[in-house]
């Protein structure tokens, strides 16, 4: 695979996406998030708002959201840490899943570039896509708060949010490539959209039984700091590290292989 293989694919898969809802879509789904926590803060900032509210007021208090930066900022967190695994998932199935959806997979076959640069565009595609929303929840959040005015502003505390979403962002992106793999051997949506569940559910049982630091997909989680006891190590990001090479290698060679049928 050369860089101008890698160039020609990657202007593709950009150009296709470009012309699809689907990334309009995914902005939209990342500004409701910080529109929930604006709710939520419009709630519990006055009692008797959420007591008038009925159920929503309840449920605005349950949810332990405080009406100042500190329950905005893990508001975001929990979005960042948790939400991002799903949509990851979401974004890396259309990218792959679509091509035998739409019957365009035997179309790629016809660009003058071998299959691995294919796979690589995509999941340049993927990790860009990924990042830039996570930075857009990120620019939302602080957008929120300081239009709210929210009493409890801490540089450090907003420094070490940001710092914590970015991470989560990074490892999120590495954790899903094995969905990519999982979209193109099943030829749909599906399947992949089922694992991603299993793998959010899982994550969660992990980070409750303590072991979240050694499973890849809990550890967005604690790297966002969505669990004070529990952190992610040096060990934990070289297994997620790990995880999404395994995953890229994985998905190359199926594309490869005789299995794929291309």
Known sequence: MTAAELGSALFVEVLKA???????ITVLVVMAFPAAAALFIFIVADPQ????LGILGQKA??????A????????ATQAAAVASLLLHSFIVTWIFGRE????????????????AAVV???YVLYAAWAILLGLWLTTLTFVVGLLMRLPGWSAESAAGTAAGMVQATVATVLAITPVAYVASRARGYLAPLACA??????????????WGAYLPWAIPALAAGIDPAQGATGVSWLIVVTTGLL?????????RGPDAGL
């Open 18 to 24: 470009r012309r699809s809802r689907v990334p309009s």
């Open 49 to 52: 708002r959420a007591r008038d």
């Open 61 to 66: 208090q349950i949810s332990g959201m405080t």
């Open 68 to 75: 100042d930066w500190p329950g905005l900022l893990m508001f």
């Open 100 to 115: 035998f959806v739409d019957g365009t997979a035997h179309g790629l076959m016809a660009l003058p570039v071998s299959r």
């Open 120 to 122: 690589s565009a995509k």
């Open 197 to 210: 569940l299993g793998l959010l559910a899982l994550a969660q049982v992990a980070v409750i039984l303590g």
């Open 247 to 255: 995953g890229v290698r994985a998905t190359i060679r199926w594309w």
